[in-house]
């Protein structure tokens, strides 16, 4: 679908110079003297790269629609992250290097959007939290009740978290996926 280039929004996917983008900032500039500009810097979905990138409001540009569909993460294969469609059961093998980082969070039966496009995966977007066991923790340290301080753990995934000194080994916690980051003891 064809857009005018100052109708480009921040989440935008779009094809630009035979690759697709995805739009990370945008800025309209009215500059005093010639016409208005919006000022785009997209990031490459496939390589990772990214550009800044003039439109005019003259200029049109391919707008991509991708198509998001729920996997269930099923097992790992050396380094393949097998996981399922949900509606048609066919199943899609990923490579770790492609998952990145969120193949830390992964568990069995862990259900996430795969965003493709033509057919071909571009981008895994996990939940925003996961619940993990600690198996290794710091003992409370007397006498250190703030509540600004926090220790070092240890998670059944081998990632280490920073977490209020109440929390001890065994016990499961919920934990952002976006930041790694501590948020809350998890409820029984």
Do not use: C
Not at 10 to 25: D, Q
Not at 115 to 126: A, H, M, N, T
Not at 143 to 155: E, I, R
């Amino acid at each position: 679908m064809k857009i005018s280039g100052n109708a480009v929004r921040i989440g935008n996917v779009i094809e630009y110079e035979g690759k697709l983008w995805v739009a990370v900032k945008t800025q309209h500039t009215q500059p005093g003297k010639g016409g208005a500009y919006m000022q785009v810097e997209l990031k490459n979905l496939t390589e990772g790269t990214k550009t800044n990138v003039r439109f005019r409001s003259a200029e049109t540009v391919e707008r991509v629609s991708l198509d998001v569909h729920p996997y269930q993460y099923l097992y790992a294969e050396g380094s393949d992250l097998i996981f399922m469609d949900q509606s048609t059961f066919e199943q899609i093998t990923l490579s770790r290097d492609f998952v990145g980082d969120a193949a830390d969070f992964l568990q069995d039966g862990m259900l996430v959007n795969v965003s493709s496009y033509e057919g071909k995966p571009l981008s895994i977007q996990l939940p925003d939290t996961v619940v993990l066991t600690i198996t290794e923790a710091d003992p409370v340290v007397k006498g250190q009740t703030a509540s600004s301080s926090f220790k070092p753990a240890v998670l059944e995934n081998g990632m280490r978290v920073m977490v209020p000194p109440h929390i001890g080994s065994g016990m499961k916690i919920v934990i952002n996926t976006d930041d790694r980051s501590y948020v809350e003891r998890a409820k029984e």
